[in-house]
């Protein structure tokens, strides 16, 4: 037997003319709260990025570009619905000039 199973059992033994209380290991718990903390911190660095661009940052640049290209698009648009409506305007205030009936 190791040395961790010798006192569990001891543990267990206790526990059993004592009542029903085991206990857990601090360095079970410290080693569990240790790797659960470093599955954080990785998570964290990879969102955040270090050295590298983390992912928020290349979020964030690609909802720039898509922002600029949007209200360059807007601004095309509304040239062309200015265009035509000026073209209807006109086609409408000239018609009888124009032959068109």
């Known amino acids: 037997m190791t040395s961790e199973e ?4 001891r ?4 526990a059993s003319k004592q009542g029903l209380v085991l206990r857990v290991s601090d360095l079970d718990f410290e080693r569990e709260v240790l790797e659960r903390l470093a599955r954080v911190e990785a998570k964290l660095e990879m969102l955040v ?4 661009p983390g992912r928020m940052k290349l979020v964030e640049d690609r909802v720039r570009a ?3 290209s949007d209200i360059r698009r807007s601004v095309l648009d509304r040239l062309m619905s200015a265009a035509i409506a000026t073209l209807i305007s006109a086609a409408i205030a000239l018609h009888d000039h124009l032959g068109l009936k």
């Open 6 to 9: 010798e006192i569990v059992s």
């Open 11 to 14: 543990q267990l033994q206790r």
């Open 49 to 52: 990025g270090g050295p590298q």
């Open 66 to 68: 898509l922002e600029k």
